[in-house]
């Protein structure tokens, strides 16, 4: 049994998973989106949304930090088919991404379940993502209660009659001016 066991195996070894979970965060990190199976994007959320809380404090205690839980591992692009360094993980992590998210207290990243399954073991697919900086979580209505519902109608009722007063009472007074001459 395995009381109190936290996390997956994912079928590797101890120090595999520490390589893949690396890897998967700093392809997060460099790409924003990674498509990956159900169960390994559900072991990397939570690794990811701890580097980027450390990155929002941006001490260097906490860069420190970063680069012992996920190495710095240089960003390469090309250009003219040659190999130009961008930066580095980190750099990205506390220059791009930490100031981001300065304003949300959790929930950098989501998971949405793609309709593709993965070639050779037919494994569901889903596209790993870190939220955009203007996207803010979905807030659900609350549905009124009856008496609540009754209480604004109420109030709706008794501010329409109030205008309508006041409409007559508007009327009446143009009518008596014409007359007055």
């Known amino acids: 049994m395995r ?14 998973r520490l390589a893949l979970r ?9 790409h924003e989106t990674i498509s990956t199976t159900v169960a390994k994007a559900k072991e990397v ?6 580097l980027i809380t450390l990155a929002k404090q941006g001490t260097l ?13 240089d960003i390469i692009g090309y250009q003219d088919n040659k190999a130009v360094k961008k930066g580095t993980i980190i750099g990205k992590l ?3 991404l930490g100031p981001r ?5 959790g ?5 949405i379940p793609l309709s593709l399954r993965r070639l050779g073991d037919n494994g569901p697919l889903v596209l790993l993502q870190l939220i955009g900086p203007g996207e803010s979580p979905k807030k659900e209505a609350k549905t009124a209660t009856k008496k609540g519902a009754r209480k604004k109608a109420k109030e709706i009722a008794e501010a ?5 007063t006041e409409t007559a009472t508007e009327n009446s007074n143009l009518a008596d001016k014409p007359n007055q001459r």
Not at 8 to 14: A, G, W, Y
Not at 22 to 30: G, K, Q
Not at 45 to 50: G, L, R
Not at 101 to 105: A, I, M, Q, T, V
């Open 22 to 30: 690396r890897n998967l965060v700093a392809s997060l990190i460099e």
């Open 94 to 96: 506390f220059s791009e």
């Open 45 to 50: 959320k939570a690794f990811a949304e701890k």
């Open 101 to 105: 998210y300065l304003d949300r207290s």
């Open 61 to 73: 205690q906490s860069r420190r930090r970063a680069i012992a839980l996920l190495g710095d591992r």
């Open 107 to 111: 929930g950098y990243t989501r998971i």
């Open 160 to 164: 329409e009659e109030a205008i309508e």
């Open 3 to 16: 009381h109190k066991v936290a996390g997956r195996h994912l079928s590797r070894t101890s120090q595999h």
